[in-house]
Nanobody
Framework: QLQASGGGLVQPGGSLILSCAAS????????MAWYRQAPGKQRELVAR???????DYSVSVKGRFAISRDDAKNTVALQMNSLKPEDTAVYYC?????????WGQGTLVTVSS
C-alpha cells in the first residue's frame, strides 16, 4: 500500500517536496516511481529510482526534480524545484517489482501565481 502526500499550491519558481510512504518489505526491492497526470493529458513518468539508488528522469523535469528513497523508513520523496505552471498535475507514486505493482492515491500539485 502506498500513501502519497505533500501536494499543494506553490508559486512559479517555488519548491515542493512530495513523499510516498509504503507498507510492506517488497518495496525495499521495488522500483519506485513518480508519475503525474495533468488535466486532459495522459499519465506520464516523472522520475524513478531502483533499489540500488539509480534514478532517471523525464526530459521535462531533469535538473529541477530529484527523487530519493529511504528504505529504512520505506519512503520515497520527490524534491521539486523551479516549478512551472506546466508542472501542475496530480502526482502519483508507484512501486513495481516483477509482476507486482501498486499505485498511491495521488496528490495534487498546483503551480500558479
Amino acid at each position: 500500500q502506498l500513501q502519497a502526500s505533500g501536494g499543494g499550491l506553490v508559486q512559479p519558481g517555488g519548491s515542493l517536496i512530495l513523499s510516498c510512504a509504503a507498507s510492506g518489505s517488497i518495496f525495499r526491492v521495488a522500483v519506485m516511481a513518480w508519475y503525474r497526470q495533468a488535466p486532459g493529458k495522459q499519465r506520464e513518468l516523472v522520475a524513478r529510482i531502483d533499489s540500488f539508488g539509480t534514478s532517471d528522469y523525464s526530459v521535462s523535469v531533469k535538473g529541477r526534480f530529484a527523487i530519493s528513497r529511504d528504505d529504512a523508513k520505506n519512503t520515497v520523496a520527490l524534491q521539486m524545484n523551479s516549478l512551472k505552471p506546466e508542472d501542475t498535475a496530480v502526482y502519483y507514486c508507484k512501486a513495481q517489482y516483477a509482476s507486482f505493482d501498486a499505485w498511491g492515491q495521488g496528490t495534487l500539485v498546483t503551480v500558479s501565481s
